[in-house]
């Protein structure tokens, strides 16, 4: 019973992102279950101050060093210690005081911290998905080392996750990841080619960080949770099936050896996986909104046009290769998203940024975690490179 058992000491790196902000908000509503030890930013540094002074971390990351006085000088008459640069994150996930870690920092940058909690044997939140698209292998075999729980917080893995629950050695036939197809399903290149980085932030179903919300839109998000879901549940490709559902409300299925399907359903709200991943393995009461069925009388579901959105296509090449593939496909990725962002690429360079860069770097059939960075270094400057970044 609550109250009965220790707080769960929660450090959420990413606090000031969207999964951030939403973890606090689970937080919030749960005061005799968890309580905040370490919250990371990179740059903002006032919600992170206000964060910091509503949850009163032990400690506190904003990777920005330029934002390090102004945070310091914030916290001055609190006791919570004020760290900065990236190495700092680090540091701080080698803290013994805190269980679990959400990982909620976007991109590769998230890769090292998470390896670091890992190596402590901390309860993992995995939101981070390109911990995994990186260096699925390594990070695998760490969590088993050190007996880490990798829980995620992805919905269709966290969905995956819980159909799982109570079936012990049962083998999985299958996966079947739901993808809402984003704002341009059902458009083609002649469409895709005009897309403004506006429009592509605008997601039917999900409001998310900016990264992922363009992934989305190209799909290249349903690729890397192929791969996230190959390591989690050490699955071999074939057994990763995708579908489109543009409603959202299955939010993945699992597929057994008997031919029976286990679904895990719900509104689409991200505070149920993050509640759940925090919480496992207890449910927390809430009052989230209930779904209704009668509101949403068919649940429809379509092959993904791989051929419009090739990165789906990329990334399921990358699956089945294996080695540095999923690193470089991703480094590319995230440069990539990152220009569309910042208005100096279309949206279809986007794909052919990524394809011209896995072309490119020479494969490595078995990285060690030193490999993976170089991969994942070189990608970004041949990246840029293409794009004269
Ligand atoms: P976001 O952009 O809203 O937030 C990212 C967070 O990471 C911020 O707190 C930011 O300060 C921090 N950050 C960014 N770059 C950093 C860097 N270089 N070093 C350290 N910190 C850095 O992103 P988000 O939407 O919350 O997504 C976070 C992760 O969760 C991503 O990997 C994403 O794929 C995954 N995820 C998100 C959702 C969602 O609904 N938002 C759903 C599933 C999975
Ligand atoms: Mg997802």
Request: hydrophobic share 45%; glycine share 6%; aromatic share 8%.
């Amino acid at each position: 019973m609550a109250g009965e058992t220790p707080k769960k000491r929660v450090a959420i790196f990413g606090s000031t992102g969207s999964i951030g902000t939403q973890a606090l908000e689970v937080v919030r509503a749960n005061p005799g279950l968890f309580e905040i030890e370490i919250l990371t930013a990179h740059t903002n540094d006032e919600l992170l101050i206000t964060q910091a002074l509503e949850f009163k971390p032990n400690a506190v990351v904003v990777v920005n060093e330029k934002k390090y006085d102004n945070v310091k000088a914030a916290l001055a008459s609190t006791a919570i210690k004020v760290f900065c640069g990236e190495k700092a994150l680090e540091e701080v996930a080698d803290f013994d005081t805190y269980d679990v870690m959400i990982a909620a920092i976007v991109g590769f940058a998230g890769l090292k911290p998470t390896l670091k909690a890992v190596s402590k044997g901390k309860i993992i939140a995995l939101a981070n998905k390109e911990t995994l698209v990186v260096a699925g292998d390594i990070v695998m075999q760490m969590a088993l080392e050190n007996r880490a729980p990798i829980i995620p917080v992805d919905s269709e893995h966290s969905a995956i996750f819980q159909c799982l629950v109570g079936e012990g050695r049962n083998p999985i036939e299958r996966i079947i990841l739901t993808a809402s197809g984003g704002p341009f399903l059902g458009k083609k290149p002649n469409f895709l080619v005009n897309v403004k980085r506006d429009h592509a932030l605008q997601h039917p179903n999900w409001s998310m960080g900016a990264k992922i919300t363009i992934d989305s839109a190209t799909l290249m998000n349903k690729g890397l949770e192929m791969i996230e879901a190959k390591w989690l549940f050490n699955l071999q490709p074939s057994q990763i099936e995708v579908v489109i559902h543009p409603q959202s409300i299955i939010h993945s299925m699992v597929q057994f050896e008997d031919g029976s399907i286990k679904a895990q359903m719900g509104l689409p709200d991200m505070k149920l996986p993050i509640q759940y991943a925090l919480g496992f393995p207890n449910r927390i009461k809430n009052d989230f909104p209930r779904l209704n069925f009668r509101k949403y009388p068919a649940l429809n579901f379509e092959e993904p046009d791989t051929k419009t959105f090739r990165n789906l296509g990329l990334a399921i090449e990358a699956l089945q290769k294996g080695g540095n593939t999923a690193c470089v496909l991703n480094a590319a990725n995230e440069i990539a998203v990152w220009a569309f962002l910042k208005n100096r690429i279309g949206f279809l360079d986007i794909t052919a940024v990524v394809e011209k860069t896995m072309a490119e770097i020479p494969f490595v059939a078995k990285p060690t975690l030193q490999e993976y960075f170089e991969s994942d270094g070189e990608a970004r400057n041949f990246a840029a490179s293409l794009m004269k970044l």
